[in-house]
C-alpha cells in the first residue's frame, strides 16, 4: 500500500525553522524521487527540494538553495526538509510527491509525479 504523508507544517516567524517530514513508502517501482513542492495562494505549484533514491543525489530550488535542506531515512521511510531562515515568500501548502525518474537519471516533469500528499501548510508571519 503506497504511503505518502505530510507533517510539521505550522505558523513562525520570519528567520524562524520548520522540519516537515514526509512518509514515504509502498511504491510500485525502485528508481524514484521524492520532491517537496510548494504553492501558495494564486500561485503555481513549485519545486522546492528533491533527493532520488538511486544514489541519494538532492537538488534544490533557486529561492531556498542555502536555506531548506531534503535527507532521507531509508529504514523509517521517512524524508525530511528541514527549512531555516523562513521568509514569509515561503509561506504556502507544501507537498511530498514521489515520481519514477526518467531513464533512472533524471527527474520527471511535474504532470508526470503519480504520487501526492495531502499537504501540510507552512505560514510565515512577518
Given at each position: 500500500e503506497?504511503?505518502?504523508?505530510?507533517?510539521?507544517?505550522?505558523?513562525?516567524?520570519?528567520?524562524?525553522?520548520?522540519?516537515?517530514?514526509?512518509?514515504?513508502?509502498?511504491?510500485?517501482?525502485?528508481d524514484y524521487v521524492i520532491h517537496?513542492?510548494?504553492?501558495?495562494?494564486?500561485k503555481e505549484r513549485e519545486g522546492v527540494a528533491c533527493i532520488t533514491t538511486t544514489d541519494g543525489s538532492t537538488y534544490y530550488g533557486h529561492s531556498v538553495e542555502?536555506?531548506?535542506?531534503?535527507?532521507?531515512?531509508?529504514?523509517?521511510?521517512?524524508?525530511y526538509l528541514q527549512m531555516n531562515s523562513l521568509k514569509p515568500e515561503d509561506t504556502a501548502v507544501y507537498y511530498c510527491a514521489v515520481g519514477r525518474l526518467v531513464s533512472g537519471l533524471y527527474l520527471p516533469p511535474?504532470?508526470?509525479?503519480?504520487?501526492?500528499g495531502q499537504g501540510t501548510q507552512v505560514t510565515v508571519s512577518s
Open positions: 503506497v504511503q505518502l504523508v505530510e507533517s510539521g507544517g505550522g505558523l513562525v516567524q520570519t528567520g524562524g525553522s520548520l522540519r516537515l517530514s514526509c512518509v514515504a513508502s509502498g511504491f510500485p517501482f525502485d517537496w513542492f510548494r504553492q501558495a495562494p494564486g542555502g536555506r531548506f535542506t531534503i535527507s532521507r531515512d531509508s529504514a523509517k521511510n521517512m524524508v511535474i504532470d508526470e509525479y503519480e504520487y501526492w
